[in-house]
T-cell receptor, first 112, second 117 residues
Framework: GENVEQHPSTLSVQEGDSAVIKCTYS??????FPWYKQELGKRPQLIID?????GEKKDQRIAVTLNKTAKHFSLHITETQPEDSAVYFC???????????FGRGTSLIVHP | GAVVSQHPSRVICKSGTSVKIECRSL??????MFWYRQFPKQSLMLMAT?????????EQGVEKDKFLINHASLTLSTLTVTSAHPEDSSFYIC?????????????FGPGTRLLVL
């Protein structure tokens, strides 16, 4: 089955800095890569996703890049704010009826 | 957007008792729902796939007699933790995707925090 590795497990940045979270996946058939944000004690929420037919997708301060050849994808957050502090999960799916396999999560802490 | 609710949001029970957690899809039908367990500062661990009208599919290492799942309708799945013990204390989250649609995007419930004394 699919195996998703996520790094780092904890990331601490100053407000205004950029943050990058990296994930690798093992199944070359995976073609859909969502990112979820989970605030403390709350549900994970989808923040951005990317499909394998594109290499980059951007939505305001967040962007995701995908390297299919290397089987890795990254989440980039620019101009971080304290409210960005949360646990971020990457995931990989073969799409359609396949549910995603989640990474172990990255705890992002943005210091004011 | 798709909304998933869970009830209760938190529950405290005595060791040896059973606890039922409900997961509802509020504005869509879900043939399949998923149950996860999450320990503090850890990832989502898929416990089982709940199938409407049929038996649930459990992940390796998850005791089906310990975690009973019932998916009696297209909008409701329940997870019952039987004879709960302190080690069952955790955050339980369900998720679902609209029937007939892609399951690649999952909508999560708000979670249920279980504390077994």
């Amino acid at each position: 089955g699919e195996n998703v590795e996520q790094h780092p497990s904890t990331l601490s940045v100053q407000e205004g800095d950029s943050a990058v979270i990296k994930c690798t996946y093992s199944d070359s058939a995976s073609n859909y890569f969502p990112w979820y944000k989970q605030e403390l004690g709350k549900r994970p929420q989808l923040i951005i996703d990317i499909r394998s037919n594109v290499g980059e997708k951007k939505d305001q301060r967040i962007a995701v890049t995908l390297n299919k050849t290397a089987k890795h994808f990254s989440l980039h957050i620019t101009e971080t704010q304290p409210e960005d502090s949360a646990v971020y999960f990457c995931a990989a799916s073969k799409g359609g009826s396949y549910i995603p396999t989640f990474g172990r999560g990255t705890s992002l802490i943005v210091h004011p | 957007g798709a909304v998933v609710s869970q009830h209760p949001s938190r529950v405290i029970c005595k060791s040896g008792t059973s606890v039922k957690i409900e997961c509802r899809s509020l504005d869509f039908q879900a043939t399949t729902m998923f149950w996860y367990r999450q320990f503090p500062k850890q990832s989502l661990m898929l416990m089982a796939t709940s199938n409407e009208g049929s038996k649930a599919t459990y992940e390796q290492g998850v005791e089906k007699d310990k975690f009973l799942i019932n998916h009696a309708s297209l909008t409701l799945s329940t997870l019952t933790v039987t004879s709960a013990h302190p080690e069952d204390s955790s955050f339980y989250i369900c998720s679902a995707g609209p029937s007939g649609g892609a399951q690649e995007t999952q909508y999560f419930g708000p979670g249920t925090r279980l504390l077994v004394l």
